[in-house]
């Protein structure tokens, strides 16, 4: 294997004290707790792991955790109010709103319910337009994360070639913007892309972000292209017993990795990064809330 690893869960680990170096001194220094309230509706399985997960590192890091579980039964009408409750409630800096919602609840008129300044997620219309238009905006965790690896291996990202698979509105559009923001050259592709290996083999920078297990091979990538995979996909791995799977990414990761520069392995890479940031927004959205200066480093 050529390429260096990227190493997304000591990257994580590394931000999270860096957060909790910030939560310390906002206490000491102004008795300020940033808090963090995720509202989990109904009981998908994936989603509580998660939910638990993002709750023990917002402790960890010393923040205030308030957590909201909510029956699949619940209405629209109330994880409306309890949103609202929670824009008007001053000890609760981030709200987030774990997706996938029930089939009867409208995501985005939730989503879109929570106030923008406390949006650490980031997917409001309000912060879509901000981040799109360069101004000052909460930006999506995952992308955030990539961002933030990207510039730890490259540092300046001015003039480089971007390709970003995939346009999702959670990972890929908002991918673009920030590279943007960073002046690189971008190209968002896609299932309707023509010739989409000679896309990718002109980029120094590859988000696959497409949800298609091991779809980019290593004869795609440019010979010491940075490589991001931020897809977490799970196929059947029989080699392991009968009905066992195993995590792999959007790019094949051994012929990948024999070409590019750098990239991120699948577990280990993109994933750790997205609770992390997550947490670096709330202490950004608790900033900005008290009219304090933004921590560096924490955001794009």
């Known amino acids: 294997m050529a390429a260096e690893l990227i190493d997304g869960k000591a ?48 402790v960890e890091v010393g923040m205030a955790s308030f957590e909201h579980k909510l029956v699949a039964e619940t209405s629209e009408a109330a994880l409306l109010d309890l949103v609202a409750r929670l824009n008007g409630d001053d000890a609760v800096h981030g709200i987030l709103v774990q997706l996938p919602l029930p089939a009867h609840i409208d995501a985005d008129a939730v989503i879109n319910a929570i106030d923008p300044a406390k ?7 309000s912060n879509v337009g901000l981040l799109g238009t360069g101004q000052k905006a909460m930006v999506p965790c995952t992308p955030l994360g990539c961002l933030m690896m ?51 083999r002109r980029a120094d920078i590859v ?3 497409v949800g298609r297990p091991e779809m980019v091979p290593g004869d795609w990538i440019k010979p010491g292209a940075v490589v991001i995979d931020v897809g977490i996909n799970r196929i059947p791995a029989p080699e392991r017993g009968e009905g066992k799977t195993r995590l792999v990414g959007d790019c094949h990761f051994e012929s990948c990795a024999a070409v590019a520069g750098a990239i991120t392995p699948v577990p ?12 670096a927004n709330t202490v950004t959205a608790c900033c900005r809330a008290h009219g304090l200066p933004e921590p560096e480093g924490l955001t794009a």
Not at 170 to 190: E, F, N, R
Not at 268 to 279: H, S, Y
Request: hydrophobic share 45%.
């Open 268 to 279: 280990g890479g993109v994933g750790p990064m997205t609770i992390a940031c997550l947490l």
């Open 119 to 125: 949006d650490v997620d980031g997917f409001t219309l």
């Open 207 to 209: 988000v696959a972000a």
């Open 11 to 58: 990257f994580a680990a590394e931000l999270r004290e860096r957060v909790a170096g910030h939560v310390a001194g906002l206490r000491a220094a102004h008795g300020i707790v940033p808090g963090l309230a995720v509202v989990l509706v109904g009981e998908d399985p994936a989603s509580e792991v998660y939910v638990r997960n993002k709750g023990r590192q917002t």
């Open 150 to 200: 990207l510039k730890d291996r490259l540092g300046d990202l001015s003039g480089l070639d971007a390709v970003v698979i995939g346009r999702s509105n959670i990972v890929g559009k908002p991918m673009a913007q920030l590279l943007l923001g960073q002046s690189c050259t971008v190209t968002i592709a896609h299932s309707r892309t023509r010739d989409l290996p000679e896309v990718v």
